[in-house]
């Protein structure tokens, strides 16, 4: 269990990460809302959540889709590659026995 802060409530959290990792995700999650909060002063709590929620999942989304290009480069690089290295690195069989 990790008790976390946001917005000035404290939250008993269960979960299996680290102390710090949630305490860090907690604290993402309160300075975002905080930012949007302060972009408007009659904004009401819940709203600034549910915008949050999404501006941090539009992040989460686009972090996802750069590791997938990433990804892909890779595997390319690593098909181009493949046929430079010696057959016992290429994973072939070599016919030895």
């Given amino acids: 269990m990790v008790k976390v802060r946001i917005l000035g ?3 008993l959290l269960r979960t299996e ?11 993402h999650v309160d300075r975002t809302i905080r930012a949007i909060l302060a972009g408007s002063s009659t904004m009401e709590t819940q709203k600034a959540a549910i ?9 989460l989304f686009r972090e996802q889709r750069a590791m997938d290009v ?3 480069d ?13 057959p016992a690195k ?3 069989d070599t016919g030895g026995g």
Avoid: C, F, K, N
């Fill in 9 to 11: 409530e404290e939250y």
């Fill in 90 to 92: 290429r994973g072939e």
């Fill in 51 to 59: 915008l949050a929620a999404l501006q941090i999942t539009d992040e």
């Fill in 70 to 72: 990433i990804t892909g």
């Fill in 74 to 86: 890779m595997r390319q690089l690593a098909s181009d590659i493949r046929p430079l290295l010696p």
């Fill in 17 to 27: 990460a680290s102390v710090e990792h949630t305490r860090a995700v907690a604290d």
